[in-house]
Nanobody
């Protein structure tokens, strides 16, 4: 079982920056965390949850077109943590952001409780 705890959300003005963090606990070892594909998703009111960014165990990354060149996902396996650096934030980035940990080969899929990001002047 893996628990994911997000932090770093809040209220920011358009053009501002935030860094989200997600700490994983309950993994058997650091090696176990490093094997997970980690992702950040978001869900705005009245919309479906969507993938924002993902990072594999090999550290390859992928991004939604809407956030490319503005957001950066990274991971620190020594701290069981994945980050999402968000720059040049726009009002349309407002959503609840969720951390996800996945190991498809074993059918493992875990979610955090979410952190609110609001971009408004």
């Amino acid at each position: 079982q893996v628990q994911l705890n997000e932090s770093g959300g809040g209220l920011v003005q358009p053009g501002g920056s935030l860094r989200l963090s997600c700490v994983a606990s309950g993994t058997a070892s650091r090696t176990s965390f490093s094997a997970y594909t980690m992702g950040w998703y978001r869900q705005a009111p009245g919309k479906q949850r969507e993938l924002v960014a993902g990072i594999s165990s090999a550290r390859s990354t992928n991004y939604a077109d809407s956030v490319k060149d503005r957001f950066t996902i990274s991971r620190d396996n020594t701290k069981n943590t994945v980050y999402l650096q968000m720059n040049s934030l726009k009002p349309e980035d407002t959503a609840v952001y969720y951390c996800n940990a996945k190991r498809q080969l074993f059918g493992l899929d875990y979610w955090g409780q979410g952190t609110q990001v609001t971009v408004s002047s």
